[in-house]
């Protein structure tokens, strides 16, 4: 395609049934020894994602890189081209535990897809363009999560990433090299003129007000700790009430404390306790400890500080009147993220090209994005969940709306790839 061609706006439509193909056979590795889909970061079920997907990458003609930590990338660059800076397109393929098939793997699957698209249309972009699939997106086997690309951006030192204990006791740089990526190109080696990430919002606002495309302009702060709280096991029925000194108790008063906090705030602080151990875990023992982790988030920094500061105070008070000794360990510490409004805008415009509904929106959850943020001109694109389930395998987006993204993701990757 000659550059006149290229000045008018052209209109592409990526390979629908390639892309959905794909979604649904990343979709079907992984399977954990339960049936279920478990791609937790550096496992083998990870590894059964990353060949899939590095073979798709050469199948189309890229050359295919992982850095030192882990993060798989596939090039597409010209000798026309290669003196530019790249755009790059992508998001994560590890999953969490039972997880749905399109967190993550579209944006990345849609990547794959543009550059194949433009391919086959004799189209060659101004700059090169890379799809990145980054390490430990999810962060339930390594702290913290968006840690590849976190990495990637200067934000944690790749010796202390790959230092890092699972909750399994594993090392993540031994489990990369036992899965055999462990790279060796240092993270940050292509500084990417823009970045755009395409994911599922989900949440439930588009599927509810019926939008197709999502211009993501902004990204909640994330604040992550394990709590531990110390009280005394003793005998479950010859303890009188007011002798207990209950942990587990005093775990449940910090889950209704969040809830309380959350239904009393600015409507917009969510909080999970996900995970929770008693010791010493025994149907007729009173727990004498309990760990269990904290996700709080807010998109305002104040008000994120707020609520951490709101439950440091609480924890004090239930060590007085639970007679407890309580820690609490900081996990992981996001701010809120603000994305390019150039980029944010060209989505926009994109939709409206296409004549797809379309609306601004806040990735309630944590991205490579928002990592990405931090190095480069940065912005995402959200398709529909269906009833806003997703960390679940009834997590599902329509095949039109998987259409729908990964066009507009198309015709966003032709102006940044031409764009000065
Ligand atoms: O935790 C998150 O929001 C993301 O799914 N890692
Ligand atoms: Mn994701
Ligand atoms: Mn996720």
């Given amino acids: 395609m000659n550059s006149e061609e290229k000045g008018k706006k052209i209109m592409l439509t990526m390979n629908q049934e390639r892309l959905l193909g794909r979604i649904r056979a990343l979709g079907a590795?992984?399977?954990?020894?339960?049936?279920?889909?478990?791609?937790?970061?550096?496992?083998?079920?990870?590894?059964?994602?990353?060949?899939?997907?590095?073979?798709?990458?050469?199948?189309?003609?890229?050359?295919?890189?992982?850095?030192?930590?882990?993060?798989?990338?596939?090039?597409?660059?010209?000798?026309?081209?290669?003196?530019?800076?790249?755009?790059?397109?992508?998001?994560?393929?590890?999953?969490?535990?039972?997880?749905?098939?399109?967190?993550?793997?579209?944006?990345?699957?849609?990547?794959?897809?543009?550059?194949?698209?433009?391919?086959?249309?004799?189209?060659?972009?101004?700059?090169?363009?890379?799809?990145?699939?980054?390490?430990?997106?999810?962060?339930?086997?390594?702290?913290?999560?968006?840690?590849?690309?976190?990495?990637?951006?200067?934000?944690?030192?790749?010796?202390?990433?790959?230092?890092?204990?699972?909750?399994?006791?594993?090392?993540?740089?031994?489990?990369?090299?036992?899965?055999?990526?462990?790279?060796?190109?240092?993270?940050?080696?292509?500084?990417?003129?823009?970045?755009?990430?395409?994911?599922?919002?989900?949440?439930?606002?588009?599927?509810?007000?019926?939008?197709?495309?999502?211009?993501v302009e902004n990204l909640q702060g994330i604040s992550w700790q394990r709590i531990t709280i110390e009280g005394a096991a003793n005998h479950a029925g010859t303890t009188p009430t007011a002798m207990r000194i209950d942990a587990g108790l005093a775990a449940a008063k910090v889950i209704t404390f969040l809830r309380d906090r959350c239904d009393h705030s600015d409507g917009r602080t969510v909080a999970t306790v996900g995970c929770m151990e008693f010791e010493p875990n025994a149907v007729n023992v009173i727990p004498s400890r309990a760990v269990f982790t904290v996700d709080v988030r807010n998109p305002d920094e104040e008000k994120l500080k707020e609520e951490e500061e709101a439950l440091a105070v609480y924890l004090k008070q239930l060590e007085e009147t639970d007679r407890v000794k309580i820690s609490a360990e900081r996990m992981v510490r996001f701010s809120p993220v603000l994305f390019d409004e150039n980029i944010v805008r060209m989505v926009a415009h994109a939709a409206e090209n296409r004549g797809l509904s379309w609306r601004r929106m806040t990735s309630g959850a944590g991205q490579d994005a928002q990592m990405m943020a931090r190095i480069c001109p940065t912005a995402m694109i959200f398709v529909p969940s269906v009833n806003g389930i997703s960390h679940n395998p009834e997590e599902y987006t329509s095949d039109q709306d998987l259409a729908a993204g990964a066009n507009v993701l198309l015709d966003v990757a032709i102006e940044l790839s031409e764009a000065r």
């Fill in 29 to 215: 590795t992984g399977k954990d020894g339960e049936g279920r889909r478990t791609r937790l970061a550096a496992s083998d079920e990870d590894r059964q994602g990353r060949d899939l997907v590095a073979g798709w990458m050469r199948d189309a003609g890229l050359e295919v890189v992982v850095d030192r930590i882990g993060n798989l990338f596939g090039i597409w660059k010209t000798p026309d081209n290669e003196a530019e800076a790249p755009l790059m397109l992508g998001s994560h393929i590890d999953t969490v535990i039972d997880a749905g098939q399109y967190d993550g793997c579209y944006g990345v699957l849609a990547g794959i897809e543009v550059i194949e698209t433009l391919k086959e249309a004799g189209y060659t972009p101004a700059r090169p363009i890379v799809i990145g699939a980054f390490t430990n997106e999810e962060g339930v086997r390594y702290a913290p999560d968006m840690m590849g690309s976190l990495v990637y951006a200067g934000g944690l030192s790749v010796e202390e990433a790959l230092a890092s204990v699972g909750t399994d006791g594993t090392i993540l740089g031994e489990e990369l090299k036992r899965i055999g990526y462990e790279g060796t190109v240092e993270p940050g080696f292509i500084r990417p003129a823009a970045f755009v990430e395409l994911h599922i919002e989900q949440g439930p606002i588009m599927d509810a007000e019926k939008v197709s495309i999502g211009a």
